[in-house]
């Protein structure tokens, strides 16, 4: 069994950046992929961003191409999200999760693993 914990949310204002961060527990992220969601109040959970083992595939919802790079440290056994010119409608609950295999996917339901999420809101 793996936790998953993130780390790193917080209160920035508009175009400030913030650098998440997911920690497994239990065993290692392994060679299964790692993903992030996120679910803002009253709305559906939605994807950001998924990584590859050992990262050389990435993929991004539109809404955070070019400001959001995902990343992951196979040695340090973390998935991270850097978010850069963060704006108000990224405000939500960051969660990542890990999948039972190495491919990326944009579909929460590839993923058996989660952490319990951080807060990110950005102010305007």
């Known amino acids: 069994q793996v936790q998953l914990r993130e780390s790193g949310g917080g209160l920035v204002q508009a175009g400030g950046s913030l650098r998440l961060s997911c920690a497994a527990s239990g065993r290692t992220l392994g060679t299964y992929a790692v993903a992030w969601f996120r679910q803002a109040p009253g709305k559906e959970r939605e994807f950001v961003a998924a990584i590859s083992w050992p990262g050389s595939s990435t993929i991004y919802a539109d809404s955070v191409k070019g400001r959001f790079t995902i990343s992951r440290d196979n040695a340090k056994n973390t998935g991270n999200l850097q978010m850069d010119s963060l704006k108000p409608e990224d405000t939500a609950v960051y969660s990542c999760?890990?999948?039972?295999?190495?491919?990326?996917?944009?579909?929460?339901?590839?993923?058996?693993?989660w952490g319990q999420g951080t807060q990110v809101t950005v102010s305007s």
């Open positions: 999760a890990l999948r039972g295999n190495w491919a990326p996917s944009g579909d929460s339901k590839d993923y058996a693993y």
